[in-house]
Nanobody
């Protein structure tokens, strides 16, 4: 079992920044894939950033250039630095994990991940 706990959400004005954290614990693997997803009301869950043990990062077009995914391997924490936030970034943000290396074309797909955190709310006002 792998446990994920996401924190760091909050309310911010447009143009501001937030950093989300996802603490990973349990039976984690040396080779892994992790990602951040978000879900806004009445919308599909969207994969926005992924990072695997091969060091490759993947971003959706909606956040590319504004968000940065990273991981502190010593602390086993996945981060999402969010800059230049927009009202359309308002959503619940969730982190996801799977053992093994997900092929790059599938790293932002929900079905690629078997473990999920509980989500943290981000609200961006105009």
């Amino acid at each position: 079992q792998v446990h994920l706990v996401a924190t760091g959400g909050g309310s911010v004005q447009a143009g501001g920044s937030l950093r989300l954290s996802c603490s990973v614990s349990g039976d984690t693997a040396t080779t892994y894939s992790m990602a951040w997803f978000r879900q806004a009301p009445m919308k599909e869950r969207e994969g926005i950033a992924a990072l695997a043990s091969d060091g490759v990062t993947t971003y959706s077009d909606s956040v590319k250039g504004r968000f940065t995914i990273s991981k502190d391997n010593a602390k086993n924490i996945l981060y999402l630095q969010m800059d230049s936030l927009k009202p359309e970034d308002t959503a619940i943000y969730l982190c996801a994990y799977d053992a093994g290396r997900v092929a790059i074309p599938y790293r932002l797909q929900r079905r690629s991940y078997g473990y999920w955190g509980q989500g943290t709310q981000v609200a961006v006002s105009s």
